[in-house]
């Protein structure tokens, strides 16, 4: 397989093409956006099993250059009473921190990498169609550049081009809750950083962390209706808040404050997921990310789990015979963890927990990191 095409710029896209580059594929990508995107999106966390697949792609010195790393958490109820902490993931490697950062930084920072390993990251390609032939794929752009190749990498997000061609059918759906997400430096600096608190609220589902510099970040999970494009395009800040600290103040803890503190850097998304069982690949096109496997933001695994895809899919295209062959072993890896990923989170969402229609369990931590380890097979 002579050369990889990759869709998308984000941080499933642009891992991928750092794994990759490192087992040797000439490949290059292709990203919507005009720039890096760094005003794309809000905060994320980067656990554990995401920082350990950055570190077996050599990117874990330019993320950990951004955000702060996350040592523990605490589980609040709607009386501010703590019903849990504990350490979060492997604390005493600081390879393997979680990490709290901005998602566009996160972008910026694997595409910056990406370049200084030399592998073209070309902005402003915005997809329109794709056609596969019996021995490439090529790609049309919307400013009327192409670009063929052996195998095309769809990591073009929950809106995906590529998946109209792969899953023409399958659309993302509500999974019950609208998600707003907030930056401020003006709310109360905690006692400690490197601690994030999840609240279980009356009405919303909250958590928050604060930067050693005192920058607050949080997210706030709130059942209801699905709002429509143009509600999300009209809404402001100042509507977000009003909506907000109202049903926040039904509880006794720090959140309705620290929203109300939040001055314009507020946005809201509708949590949504991707049907499990859909195609993920033809002959000559692949989903990874978002666009094969996007669930609700409930459990915080969006990015840990595709920066996982680039590196299970770089190990399978580069120790199986064939391609097809590569394809296979990885969706066979894949598959179980992130459908069961998808099926937990939308259950925490909808606020259901049944489970009689859930896929196999996924792998376990030693299982994880045999699939991750750039040295086995």
């Excluded at 874990?60 to 996350?70: D, I, K, M, N």
């Excluded at 056609?131 to 990498?153: K, Q, R, Y």
């Excluded at 459990?299 to 120790?319: C, F, I, P, W, Y």
Aim: glycine share 10%; charged share 25%; with cysteine.
């Amino acid at each position: 397989m002579g050369r990889l095409l990759v869709i998308g710029g984000g941080a499933a896209g642009t891992a991928a093409a750092l794994a990759l580059h490192k087992a040797g594929f000439d490949v290059a990508v292709h990203e919507a956006h005009p720039d890096a995107a760094e005003d794309i999106g809000a905060f994320l966390t980067l656990a554990g099993n995401g920082m350990r697949a950055l570190a077996q792609i050599d990117a874990t010195a330019a993320v950990t250059a951004l955000g702060f790393p996350l040592t523990g958490m605490r589980m609040l109820d709607g009386s501010g009473t703590e019903r849990a902490a504990r350490p979060l993931g492997e604390a005493e490697d600081p390879a393997l921190r979680y990490r709290c950062l901005r998602r566009g930084d996160l972008n910026t920072a694997l595409q910056a990498e990406a370049a200084r390993r030399g592998i073209p990251v070309r902005h402003g390609a915005r997809l329109v169609s794709v056609d596969e032939g019996p021995d490439s794929v090529t790609a049309h752009f919307a400013d009327g550049a192409t670009a063929t190749a052996d195998l095309l990498i769809g990591a073009d997000g929950l809106n995906s081009t590529v998946r109209r061609t792969i899953a023409p059918t399958a659309r993302p759906r509500y999974a019950g809750e609208r998600v707003f997400y907030g930056r401020t430096t003006d709310a109360p600096r905690p006692a400690a950083t490197g601690v994030i608190t999840f609240i279980r609220g009356r009405s919303v589902a909250f958590g928050h962390t604060s930067s050693p510099e005192g920058e607050t970040y949080w997210f706030a999970r709130v059942a209801g209706d699905p709002l429509t494009p143009e509600e999300i395009a009209r809404g402001t800040a100042g509507r977000h808040r009003d909506l907000l600290v109202p049903l926040l103040r039904e509880d006794a803890t720090p959140a309705a404050g620290i929203v109300a503190a939040t001055a314009d850097d507020i946005l809201v998304t509708n949590a949504t997921e991707l049907p499990r069982g859909m195609p993920w690949r033809s002959a000559r096109c692949l989903l990874i990310g978002d666009a094969a496997h996007a669930a609700s933001p409930a459990t915080g695994q969006g990015a840990s789990m595709a920066l996982e895809d680039a590196v299970v899919l770089a190990k399978a295209l580069r120790d199986a015979p064939d391609p097809d062959t590569a394809l296979t072993t990885y969706e066979t890896l894949r598959r179980p963890r992130v459908e069961h990923n998808i099926t937990v989170s939308g259950d925490i969402s909808r606020g259901t927990h049944t489970r009689a229609a859930a896929p196999a369990p996924r792998p376990g931590d030693e299982e994880l990191i045999a699939q991750l380890e750039w040295g086995g097979r």
